[in-house]
């Protein structure tokens, strides 16, 4: 059972997308690109991202606005 634990907590934790920051659109506000599916992420954080910069989305932490907390957009398609 520990190895079954293991081997799914290794899953999850490696096999998150990655996205390459393209740009820094404004002061907190980027824009990602997926690896593998070329989907496009605009997001909202307090971390300094730089271009180039390979980063999964569950590792970025959410910003808080006016009390409230900023949720991170769902997966969307975008076609090109």
Excluded: W
Excluded at 2 to 12: G, P, Y
Excluded at 48 to 69: F, Q, R, T, V, Y
């Amino acid at each position: 059972m520990k190895k079954v634990l293991i081997i799914l907590c290794f899953i999850l934790t490696c096999c998150a997308s990655k996205y390459e920051v393209v740009q820094k659109i404004r002061i907190n506000l980027y824009h990602l690109q997926n690896l593998k599916t070329n989907e496009v992420e605009i997001i909202l954080t307090s971390e300094d991202l730089k271009e180039g910069d390979i980063i999964k989305l569950n590792n970025i932490p959410d910003i808080e606005m006016d009390g409230n907390s900023y949720q991170k957009p769902k997966f969307r398609k975008v076609k090109k």
